[in-house]
Nanobody, 121 residues
Framework: QVQLVESGGGLVQAGDSLRVSCAAS????????MGWFRQAPGKEREFVAG???????YYADSVKGRFTMSRDNAKRTGYLQMNSLNSEDTAVYYC???????????????WGQGIQVTVSS
């Protein structure tokens, strides 16, 4: 069983940067693909970014060029660096992990509890 814990969220100003982290325990981290999703109030959960076991990354069009996902297998941690934040990035961000990389929620087996990111304009 894999447990995921997000950290690093908070309140920032538009144009600022923020890095959120996802620490994993249990399982073999290097075998897992990871993803970040987000859910804004009144909206469905949406894919933000993903990283394969080999380090290949994929991004939603809305964040491409602004967000960067990475992983450190030795630290069993995934990261989402978010730059040029705007109010539309305000959401609860969820870390996910699974045996395959995908853009759908049901592609992932394990989920964190979520962390709030709020961007004020």
């Amino acid at each position: 069983q894999v447990q995921l814990v997000e950290s690093g969220g908070g309140l920032v100003q538009a144009g600022d940067s923020l890095r959120v982290s996802c620490a994993a325990s249990g399982g073999t981290f290097s075998w897992l693909a990871m993803g970040w999703f987000r859910q804004a109030p009144g909206k469905e959960r949406e894919f933000v970014a993903g990283i394969s076991r080999g380090g290949a990354t994929y991004y939603a069009d809305s964040v491409k060029g602004r967000f960067t996902m990475s992983r450190d297998n030795a630290k069993r941690t995934g990261y989402l660096q978010m730059n040029s934040l705007n109010s539309e990035d305000t959401a609860v961000y969820y870390c996910a992990a699974g045996v395959r990389l995908g853009q759908r929620s049901n592609d992932y087996n394990y989920w964190g509890q979520g962390i709030q990111v709020t961007v004020s304009s």
